[in-house]
């Protein structure tokens, strides 16, 4: 962990491409790095490993954010050949992404552990053969019935989601600092203070 005070960090947002995709909740780690991106000044998005690339420096920490072009189910496809031509390892990699089991607008931060059925980190966890890389598990909630969690991923945010959705891409992107020196849970906690319901 130590290399990680020179060595660049990759952040990763899961989504699917195309417009057809862009507001869909399953798309809501593309959200997030596209405000990171711009609150922060990063460069333009270019084409490469398989995907769209910004670079940028957070905090004093260099940072490249990637959004997969593959579909989801192929995430790795891209993390992996970008990971490997910076040689950043598992533990320096961060995947922003939707999570069912948390309610919607809140956000939980993990090293590691399972993937809970989401395509997209199984993929990373196929390309790098290691599960040990960050999650931002950013919660849409759960739509009651495993029958209707396709349609509930795929459907793009209803107009009764903007107020929280908003708060919280504005609240990662104000506490991304505290991300890119790993201080996760100063991280999170700072997210939940500027998403409370004042």
């Known amino acids: ?7 660049p960090m990759l952040w990763v947002g ?3 491409p195309g417009s057809e995709h862009a507001r869909q909740r399953h798309n809501i780690g593309f959200m997030a790095l ?3 991106a711009r609150r922060h000044g990063f460069g333009p998005w270019r084409k490469r490993f398989k ?3 910004a670079e940028g420096t957070i905090g004093g920490q260099r940072i490249l954010a990637l959004k997969p072009q593959t579909y ?3 995430s790795g496809d891209s993390v992996q050949p970008a990971a490997a031509f910076l040689k950043i390892p598992p533990e320096n990699v961060v995947a922003f992404h939707d999570e069912l089991d948390l309610a919607p607008g809140k956000l939980r931060v ?3 552990g399972g993937v809970a059925g989401h ?3 199984k993929d990373m966890r196929r390309a790098f053969g290691s599960p040990d890389f960050w999650r931002v598990r950013m919660g849409i909630g759960h739509p009651g019935h495993k029958d209707a969690v396709t349609g509930h991923v795929l459907g793009n945010f209803a107009k009764v989601d903007q107020a929280w959705l908003e708060k919280l891409l504005d609240a990662v992107a104000d ?3 505290m991300l890119a020196s790993l201080k996760t849970e100063d991280f999170m906690t700072r997210i939940a203070l500027l998403t409370q319901e004042k």
């Open 72 to 74: 989801m189910n192929a």
């Open 1 to 7: 962990m130590a290399s990680r005070d020179i060595a």
């Open 34 to 36: 596209d405000e990171i």
């Open 51 to 53: 995907g769209e690339v």
């Open 110 to 112: 993990k090293l590691g």
């Open 119 to 121: 395509n997209g980190l």
């Open 175 to 177: 506490a991304a600092p």
């Open 14 to 16: 899961l989504g699917n």
